[in-house]
């Protein structure tokens, strides 16, 4: 093996094409070592529910193929790279669960598009990775398969909903994961994990074939160790899709503008978000310390105001329950999903299917949309909080008048202890510096910039761009990165093969 055993889930995109173009290892050495790594170090941690080898020995073929035919230069751009998909994913013959009893036999018929050109970028697929239940969550707790572990502390949470995802990735399993992203599922966990998470702008990648949570907010990205890997693999799934109705055209190289640093560029920093109830000081310390890294690589850093976004999280707990209680009625316990035995009379049928199928979490919110979207209610939350997204938007408008790209927190705090947050609406302050982009639809990803100094664990900053210019995003994330370097594995899973 290459890179002095060094495990191919711990390399580069550009290590392990590298290695295979020079033909150091083979794609199917590729596979069947990251397969032999994640079925040896992922027993206790949990961050895959299934996976495919089958599937990335068949991939690992078709790389090899190309190889000896001289043509590995057009076999994509994540070629003989192993990837992991969230289990809220379609892949054809694959279970597509959601971390979900409700699924828990469903077979994907199909393959959702993001995975789709993910492998005609010639990935490895190594199967389907935990989550929060129908990404109902920050802490990856809820999933009915049980919890995923953070790589970084075993008594910590990896945040969620993708917290397979980012702890794969974070455990050097797998080079690149795809996550989605509704109010910070991506971002947080990533934060959470010591990684680079990135939601770009809604409508850059198609969510055809993702299990939808809340339509009008979901986006799926990719999880990498560095931003140009994130990069890379957001140009591979990125692109217009038919199939979904809120695809945009915008082909964009998300590497172009990597290495052009950050001079002359302006960075808006919002007071308000340093100074917000519930930021620990080692997460704030780490933020101002980040500003002041981007300031003295040359940007220039500018105060906004973001008013309307402190209503961000009553706007999306409206928005969110709502989209979401619409998006699971489909699972009725007779075209597919869970079906409880023994009813003759089908309300009865109905009702006990899917008290069972889902867990306390997803029954919480699909009872809160019922009753947000019923007569007399309606009016009075449902319209304001639309509301309230205007004028999010509005003031992310006024904002990007001013400044390049925006630097916030991404979580007030470090992981937390399974447990420690007991109570929903405390949960749900997770979130608090990352849901206002998923209202407003601009792009956002998470960068690491070391550990606290209380808790010793990663910590994330968020950098916001305006729509359909995340390459804003990754200059700046390239810039810190030179500061920082890319993320390392997890200490305990940073060993050679």
């Known amino acids: 093996m290459a890179a002095v055993g060094k495990p191919f889930g711990a390399m580069s995109i550009a290590e392990i094409q590298a290695g295979l173009a020079a033909k150091e290892f083979t794609a199917a050495e590729v596979a069947s070592a990251t397969i032999s790594r994640i079925e040896r170090d992922d027993a206790q941690m949990h961050a895959f529910l299934e996976l495919t080898a089958d599937m990335a020995a068949d991939a690992a073929a078709k790389v090899d193929a190309a190889i000896a035919a001289g043509t590995f230069a057009e076999a994509g751009p994540l070629a003989g790279v192993p990837v992991g998909f969230k289990d809220n994913m379609n892949l054809l013959d694959t279970h597509t669960t959601c971390s979900s009893n409700m699924l828990a036999n469903y077979v994907s018929p199909y393959t959702a598009t993001c995975v789709e050109y993910a492998l005609h970028a010639g990935a490895l697929p190594m199967g389907k990775l935990n989550m929060d239940e129908f990404a109902f969550g920050s802490s990856t707790e809820t999933s009915a398969f049980g919890p995923t572990l953070n790589p970084w502390d075993f008594q910590r949470v990896p945040g969620g909903s993708s917290g397979g995802s980012a702890a794969a990735v974070a455990a050097g399993l797998v080079p690149v994961a795809l996550g989605s992203d509704t109010g910070g599922s991506i971002r947080q966990p990533a934060s959470f994990c010591g990684i680079v998470g990135v939601k770009p702008t809604y409508g850059v990648v198609s969510r055809y074939g993702v299990v939808a949570f809340g339509s009008s907010l979901d986006q799926v990205g990719p999880f990498a160790r560095s931003v140009e890997d994130a990069a890379l693999a957001l140009n591979a799934i990125s692109g217009f899709d038919e199939r979904d109705c809120t695809s945009q055209r915008a082909d964009v190289d998300f590497t172009a503008n990597l290495a052009e640093g950050v001079q002359g560029m302006r960075i808006g920093v919002v007071p308000a978000f340093m100074e917000a109830d519930g930021l620990t000081e080692e997460v704030r310390a780490r933020v101002a310390e980040a500003a002041q890294k981007l300031e003295g690589l040359g940007a220039t850093l500018v105060d906004i105001e973001l008013p309307n976004a402190k209503a961000a999280m009553s706007a999306y707990y409206v928005l969110g329950p709502c989209e979401a209680f619409s998006n699971l009625a489909r699972f009725d316990s007779v075209r597919y999903g869970y079906c409880d035995p023994g009813h003759a009379d089908l309300g009865a049928q109905y009702e006990a299917s899917r008290a069972k199928g889902f867990g306390p979490e997803a029954r919480r919110r699909i009872m809160l949309g019922s009753y947000l ?11 304001p909080a639309q509301q309230v997204r205007t004028l999010i938007t509005q003031d992310y408008d006024r904002a990007f008048q001013q400044v390049d790209c925006i630097l916030t927190p991404v979580s007030p705090r470090t992981a937390f202890k399974f447990g420690e947050i007991g109570d929903p609406t405390q949960m749900y302050l997770s979130d608090m510096f990352t849901i206002s982009i998923n209202i407003a639809g601009n792009g956002g990803m ?16 968020q950098l916001i761009s305006p729509a359909f210019k995340d390459v ?26």
């Open 472 to 497: 804003n995003m990754f200059r700046a994330a390239a810039a810190l990165e030179s500061v920082y370097g890319p993320a390392p594995v997890a200490p305990q899973f940073a060993k050679e093969d």
């Open 373 to 383: 979207l019923s007569a007399g209610v309606y009016d009075t939350y449902y319209y």
């Open 446 to 461: 998470s960068v690491p910039v070391g550990l606290g100094a209380d808790t010793q664990l990663p910590v994330g900053v």
